[in-house]
């Protein structure tokens, strides 16, 4: 072989000219001088770019695309060795023109070299395919031309070179400009090119054109950005056996754990114990793994123990070659609208119940309206044609009969006027009441006599100042024989009926006592409502009624403009306190 030329020794030489330091030159270009001649240019041109090819000849024999950038430009031992390994690289011309075509031919990396001042010396097909100039468009340019305005080309290029040319070796990503004015993101290495006496010739540029991948990075990081700043849905990734490996803010807003305390765990902690979480869990991800994904909603427990109603879906992550490398989970608080929900059908469970309640209501209401209407006539004709024996019966046995045919008219008559004071109160705009003076104490002792015929064996005890006022003499006389009646019936026998009442400067209060069981406290709350009967009575007994006494009684009082209350303990027995304003100006209406 014949002599090196300057540019070879420069190019093979380069990290041991003096004045630099050996270890920190991890590249180096090596040429070989060929047979005939050539121009000095195209000959720096050739063998520079064979020279990084044939250096890395055992990447390229395996791989041209997955060779790194900054492995193009390399060491003079690593070019011996593959010129050692591979004698038929060695310096001939022909060898040197496949490994000239052989580097022109790359596309995926940008390689050309650049004068001392950085205009364009070489171009490949890679060049030509990232930036999109031909060789003859670009060779000779400046290689600022690549740069975007907005970069500062006039101050960044000589920065560029200044680096490479005292440091051997300058890489940076960044933007870059097309020919047709696009631009990408490059990762670039440019490295100085030196003859043994240390004298920069030039250098090497490798671009690669990460714009795809800084996409892909970019989006990644959007995603992850918004997936972490989401509020309303936790979402976090579990790795295939079930154990939490990222967290949002949504999942600490929900499940209340910070990232630190729950990475690492299995989400089976999310479970209560008696849906079986062992089991459960592994069911989920093994039908989200076989399936693709798993929905389902379910109580969860938070960190402080408190319960959530969630909606969790679980999907599997696979990688391109179908491995499962984990899964996505993403869970939703719906408690409170799982709340809403409940809330909305007992809502409209209890309007169906009111509806019906109120549809029998009415329907009862109106069919005893029309029954005690109906009923009236008749037995007004019984009341008279009774009435009409009677006077002309000496009979004692047939007078009995008519007594007690009188007396069940009577009960009969009450019954009816039940009836029409129920509907009244209920379906018209209320009892009517007409006040007028009187005093009250006379009609209680009218009531008194009355029952003590009626029941000689029964003491009553009446205390009583006059009770003078504005009140409807027939109302309150229903009230107090209602009130009266109750006491005898239910009350103590061997125990004396208490009525006691006083007047004072604006109402008059009557209060009616009997000894013995006090009413059940959950009876109590239902006592005033209509069809409601004592324990004692019976439909076969003689004082049997509707269950309306105490209804339309506390109605009556109402419409005067008072109030009928109720005390039962079984110390003071039961008690029924009336308390009546003295003067009613106006009829008072429900």
């Given amino acids: 072989m014949g002599p090196r030329c300057p540019l070879a020794n420069a190019a093979a030489h380069s990290s041991e000219t003096p004045g630099h330091e050996h270890r920190r030159r991890r590249h180096r270009v090596c040429c070989r001088r060929p047979s005939v001649g050539a121009s000095g240019t195209q000959l720096f041109r ?351 046995a047939s007078c009995r009969i008519l007594d007690r045919m009188d007396s069940s008219s009577r009960r009969m008559s009450r019954m009816i006027e039940q009836i029409l004071d129920l509907t009244r109160s209920r379906l018209a705009t209320g009892l009517e009441v007409y006040p007028r003076a009187m005093d009250l104490r006379d009609t209680i002792l009218s009531i008194i006599e009355e029952s003590r015929a009626a029941h000689p064996t029964s003491a009553i005890d009446f205390r009583c100042s006059p009770l003078t006022g504005n009140w409807d003499t027939d109302r309150l006389e229903q009230v107090f024989s209602n009130l009266i009646g109750n006491a005898i019936l239910y009350g103590e026998h061997s125990r004396p009926i208490t009525i006691e009442a006083c007047a004072e400067a604006e109402t008059v209060w009557v209060e009616v006592r009997n000894e013995g069981n006090p009413i059940p406290e959950e009876l109590q709350v239902s006592l005033f409502d209509p069809f409601r009967r004592g324990e004692r009575d019976s439909r076969t007994s003689k004082t049997a009624g509707l269950g309306l006494g105490l209804y339309i009684s506390r109605e009556i009082v109402r419409a005067h403009g008072g109030t009928l209350e109720l005390e039962s303990n079984s110390i003071q027995g039961t008690t029924f306190r009336v308390v009546l304003p003295r003067a009613v100006s106006v009829r008072l209406t429900e």
């Fill in 46 to 396: 050739k063998r520079v770019e064979a020279g990084r090819e044939l250096a890395g000849a055992s990447c390229i024999a395996t791989k041209l695309e997955r060779f790194p950038a900054d492995s193009i430009v390399v060491s003079s031992r690593r070019m011996a060795a593959a010129r050692r390994s591979h004698p038929e690289l060695g310096g001939s011309g022909a060898s040197e023109e496949r490994f000239r075509l052989l580097v022109e031919s790359v596309k995926d990396y940008a390689l050309f070299l650049l004068d001392p001042q950085g205009r364009v010396a070489s171009w490949n097909l890679g060049a030509e395919r990232i930036n999109g100039y031909r060789a003859d468009e670009i060779i000779g340019k400046h290689f600022s031309v690549f740069y975007p305005a907005e970069s500062e080309p006039e101050r960044i290029c000589p920065f560029e070179l200044e680096v490479a040319g005292r440091e051997g070796r300058f890489e940076t990503e960044g933007w870059r400009l097309r020919k047709d004015g696009s631009q990408l993101w490059a990762n670039v290495t440019i490295t100085a090119l030196r003859d043994p006496a240390g004298t920069l010739l030039g250098f090497a540029k490798v671009t690669q054109d990460l714009t795809a991948r800084r996409e892909a990075e970019e989006e990644a990081r959007r995603f992850r950005l918004l997936v972490e700043s989401v509020r309303d849905y936790a979402i976090f990734i579990l790795d295939p056996g079930g154990h939490v490996t990222t967290w949002n803010a949504g999942a600490e807003r929900i499940k209340g754990y910070r990232a630190k305390e729950i990475i690492g765990k299995h989400f089976s902690v999310f479970y209560p114990p008696e849906s079986e979480p062992q089991q459960l869990c592994a069911m989920e991800l093994e039908v989200a793994a076989r399936e693709g994904r798993f929905e389902a909603e379910g109580w969860r427990l938070r960190k402080d123990g408190t319960r959530l109603w969630a909606s969790v879906v679980i999907t599997a992550l696979r990688n391109p070659e179908g491995n499962l490398i984990g899964f996505a989970k993403v869970t939703r608080d719906l408690t409170a609208r799982r709340e809403a929900e409940v809330a909305q059908r007992e809502l409209a469970a209890k309007q169906a119940t009111l509806a019906e309640k109120e549809r029998i209501q009415e329907f009862q209401e109106r069919f005893l309206a029309i029954l005690g209407h109906d009923l009236r006539n008749p037995l007004a004709a019984l009341e008279m044609g009774a009435g009409i024996l009677r006077q002309r019966s000496s009979d004692p």
